[in-house]
C-alpha cells in the first residue's frame, strides 16, 4: 500500500558519492523507499544488505538493489554515475566520458514513466545537469544540479576557521561553474547580519586573506583526490541537503546547479547560484546582487560552461 507519506529515491551510480549518498540518506531516515541501480549489480546488492543494518538504529526504510524500471513512482532520481575525476583532471576533461554514459542513463529513466524530479551529481555537473535536462525532455524546474553545493559548503568551513565562527551561520556563496571558473560572492556576503568584508577586517584579515580562502576553496577537490582518490563526504550530504529540501517540499535556499532565465543576465544555461528547492523542484533562482568585479566572473564562468556544453553535446550527436 502506497500513503501519501511514502516516498521513493533511486539512486544511478554506486561509487564512493553513491554509497555515501545512500548511507546520509539512511542516517538522516529520509524517504521509506530506497533503491540502488549500478552496472556492477553485485555491489548494489551488498549495499542494499549493509544499509538496511541502519534503519534498525535510525528509521525504517526499505532498501534494495533495482533496476531503471524502479524509476517509474520514483520522486526523485539521483545521478552519480560517471568516470570519477582523476589527480591532475579537470572536471571538465571528464565531460566526454560522462556525457555517454549519461545518455545511456536518462533514456531509461524516462522511458520507465519517472514523472519526478532529476538531481545530477556527476561530473561536471553544470554540463550533465543541462545534457539531463536536453535528453529528458523535462521541465526546467525537474532537473536540477549539485551546483555548487560542496564548494559553497567549503567555503563556508574556510571563512568560518578563520573568522572563528560557527559555518552554518555564514551567509556566503560560491557561485558559477562548479570548477576552476568558480568564484565567491563575497560582496554580498554576510554572518549575522554583518558583511563578511567588514568581519574579516575587525579580525585583522584583508581582501587578499578573503582571495585566498576562495583559492583554496577552489582548489581542495584536488588536494583532497591527491590525498585518498577521490572526494565523497562532502558531496554525498549536500546532494542528501537537497534531496531533503525536495521530499519536506522546504523552500529552503540552497547553491544548486540551476537553469536561468535572463538572472545575471544569462539565458539556456545551468550554473551554480542560490535557489528556492521544494516539493515542485526548482521553485525560483535567488538573484544575488553582485558587484562589477563579480558579474564579470560569472559572465566568464557561464562563457566556459557553454562552450564546453556546445562542444560535448555536438560530440554526442
Known amino acids: 500500500m502506497n500513503t501519501n507519506n511514502h516516498q521513493k529515491v533511486v539512486l544511478v551510480g554506486d561509487g564512493a558519492v553513491g554509497s555515501s549518498y545512500a548511507f546520509a540518506m539512511a ?3 529520509i524517504a521509506e523507499e530506497f533503491v540502488i541501480v549500478d552496472v556492477v549489480k553485485e555491489r548494489t546488492q551488498g549495499d542494499a544488505l549493509d544499509l538496511e543494518d541502519v534503519t534498525a538504529v535510525t528509521a525504517p526504510k526499505n532498501i534494495y538493489s533495482g533496476e531503471y524500471s524502479d524509476c517509474a513512482d520514483a520522486d526523485l532520481v539521483v545521478i552519480t554515475a560517471g568516470a570519477p575525476q582523476k589527480p591532475g583532471e579537470s572536471r571538465l576533461d571528464l565531460v566526454n566520458k560522462n556525457l555517454k554514459i549519461l545518455s545511456s542513463i536518462v533514456k531509461p529513466v524516462v522511458d520507465s514513466g519517472f514523472n519526478g524530479i532529476f538531481v545530477v551529481a556527476a561530473n561536471p555537473v553544470d554540463v550533465l545537469t543541462y545534457a539531463t535536462w536536453k535528453l529528458s525532455g523535462f521541465p526546467k524546474n525537474k ?5 555548487t553545493s560542496l564548494d559553497t559548503a567549503r567555503l563556508r568551513v574556510g571563512l568560518a576557521k578563520k573568522l572563528q565562527l560557527d559555518p552554518r551561520d555564514i551567509n556566503a556563496y560560491i557561485m558559477g561553474e562548479h570548477g576552476d571558473s568558480e568564484f565567491a560572492a563575497f560582496s554580498a556576503a554576510t554572518a549575522g547580519g554583518k558583511p563578511v568584508v567588514e568581519l574579516a577586517k575587525e579580525a585583522g584579515l584583508s581582501f587578499d586573506d578573503l582571495l585566498k580562502v576562495e583559492d583554496e576553496t577552489r582548489n581542495k577537490a584536488y ?21 531533503k529540501a525536495i521530499l519536506r517540499d522546504e523552500n529552503a535556499i540552497l547553491p544548486v546547479g540551476a537553469s536561468l532565465e535572463g538572472e545575471y543576465g544569462l539565458k539556456d544555461i545551468f550554473i551554480g547560484t542560490p535557489a528556492v528547492i521544494n516539493g515542485q523542484g526548482l521553485a525560483k533562482v535567488i538573484e544575488v546582487p553582485l558587484d562589477d568585479r563579480e558579474k564579470d566572473l560569472m559572465a566568464k564562468s557561464a562563457e566556459t560552461l557553454r562552450q564546453v556544453t556546445t562542444d560535448g553535446l555536438n560530440a554526442l550527436k
Do not use: E, H, P, W
Request: proline letters at 0%; a positive charge.
Open 223 to 243: 588536494d583532497i583526490i591527491n590525498l585518498k582518490g577521490a572526494t565523497f563526504y562532502g558531496v554525498a550530504t549536500t546532494l542528501m541537503r537537497i534531496s
Open 143 to 147: 532537473v536540477i544540479g549539485s551546483g
Open 27 to 29: 542516517q538522516q531516515g
